[in-house]
């Protein structure tokens, strides 16, 4: 296991490094929900595709830079270290049209890639639904064979995106007597036709990041399907990993987040018993580092991350709470004022951190469902009881 970086990784850092600075946004952008916020994003986002770093990670075949983990992990360091916007079309680049890469037709890869990278289109994730999150199985979202249509019904709900996006990959259940985790599919599909309404869902920060779909009678083409009829569920296994598993920079961003609590923990005066907390936390934050460089190593030589990607995702969201509760603990009454507030009222730094580690715990598999995966698979424990 060699858990450094190359000569090669350091030459990329210096030219991501470079271009990073000389373009970024000189402003935080306003959120993308709003119209403006989203025409901002785009710019933002078109820069960074003219210029090659839209997925540095892709196969080249598809407009990225073909470069292994370690390179895309040099990437996410360097953008996440100067806290540059969230990437517009996360949903895609990370999981969503990799695993259309992973199980889709050459007609399919054609069809639904070039759009992601220029952000021509924009994805969302359809799985989650009133009653199925944890348990994704009891989706209940059908979709009907008429002909060479599929006629969809029914609802998804926290829908990160769905505000913004025009495309969405989803689970539906197209046999309805087969058993739960059979007669489940896996589509792709434009938002923009009859049938679909999607309606926003005003958060406490006061955008819309999430949305709920409501589908009635939507017809979409069964060339939609991606891995087969009914295959569905193998198919979703490749998302639900690419998202639990990508560090994506939660290292660097977690790093950044000690840093500011040493600030703090400093302005505070330091006694010995906080002292030693800082110190913990920091040991743990090293240990996180080096558990993502393993993790990416692994990765990197093509093999299976297996459960340490769950290990990984449970660890940096705790960490991120830790952090972020000590940092409330130490202000006390003056912790929530202490952050400038973001253009149009969005919370500040600091919070937006707190807060997203809380959320954290539940997207992407909640942090009991991480700890049922390493229990399970990880240290063979009993498998819990099913109703
Ligand atoms: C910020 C954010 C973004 C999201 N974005 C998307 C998105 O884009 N697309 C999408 O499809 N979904 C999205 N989700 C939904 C997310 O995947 C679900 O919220 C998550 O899977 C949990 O499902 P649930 O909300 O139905 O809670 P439930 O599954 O009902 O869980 C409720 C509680 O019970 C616990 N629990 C459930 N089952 C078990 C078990 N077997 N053992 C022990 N404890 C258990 C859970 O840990 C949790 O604490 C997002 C959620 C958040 C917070």
Redesign the pocket.
């Known amino acids: 296991m060699d858990l450094t970086f190359t000569a090669e990784d350091e030459q990329f850092r210096a030219r991501v490094s470079a271009w990073l600075d000389e373009n970024r946004p000189t402003s935080r952008l306003l959120p993308p929900t709003t119209p403006e916020g989203f025409r901002q994003h785009l710019d933002w986002e078109r820069r960074l595709f003219e210029a090659g770093f839209a997925a540095p990670g892709w196969p080249e075949e598809f407009g990225g830079l073909g470069l292994d983990l370690w390179g895309e992990t040099v990437f996410d360091e360097e953008y996440v270290a100067r806290r540059l916007p969230e990437r517009l079309n996360k949903?895609a680049l990370i999981h969503g049209a990799r695993t259309v890469m992973a199980h889709g037709t050459a007609e399919q890869k054609a069809r639904w890639l070039p759009g992601v990278l220029d952000c021509s289109d924009i994805w969302?994730?359809?799985?989650?639904e009133p009653g199925?999150?944890?348990?994704?199985a009891a989706i209940r979202t059908t979709g009907r064979i008429e002909g060479d249509e599929i006629v969809l019904d029914g609802q998804?709900t926290?829908?990160?995106?769905g505000a913004i996006a025009t495309r969405m990959y989803a689970l539906i259940r197209t046999d309805p007597r087969a058993s739960k985790h059979r007669g489940i599919s896996f589509v792709v599909f434009d938002l923009d036709i009859d049938g679909v309404e999607i309606r926003p869902m005003r958060q406490l920060h006061g955008n819309s990041g999430?949305a709920e779909v409501f589908f009635t009678g939507a017809r979409i083409p069964v060339s939609s399907v991606v891995g087969g009829l009914g295959d569905g569920w193998r198919v979703a296994q490749t998302a639900l990993k690419l998202e639990r598993g990508a560090s994506r920079g939660s290292h660097t961003r977690l790093k950044g987040h000690l840093d500011g609590l040493v600030t703090v923990v400093d302005q505070a005066g330091a006694d010995r018993a906080l002292t030693e907390r800082l110190g913990a936390l920091r040991s743990w934050v090293y240990a996180y580092v080096q558990s993502t460089y393993a993790l990416t190593d692994t990765v990197a030589r093509g093999g299976d991350e297996g459960v340490a990607a769950s290990i990984n995702k449970l660890r940096s969201t705790e960490l991120q709470t830790a952090i972020g509760e000590l940092r409330l603990e130490i202000l006390g009454a003056a912790g929530p004022v202490v952050d400038e507030l973001g253009p149009a009222g969005e919370l500040g730094g600091f919070h937006r951190d707190y807060w997203h580690g809380r959320?954290a715990e539940?997207?992407?598999?909640?942090?009991?469902?991480q700890k049922?995966i390493i229990a399970e698979r990880g240290l063979g424990l009993p498998r819990?009881p099913t109703a």
Do not use: H, P, R
């Open positions: 949903m969302c994730q359809g799985f989650s199925a999150g944890s348990d994704l998804k926290w829908t990160s995106n999430f959320a539940i997207f992407a598999g909640t942090s009991e469902i049922n819990e």
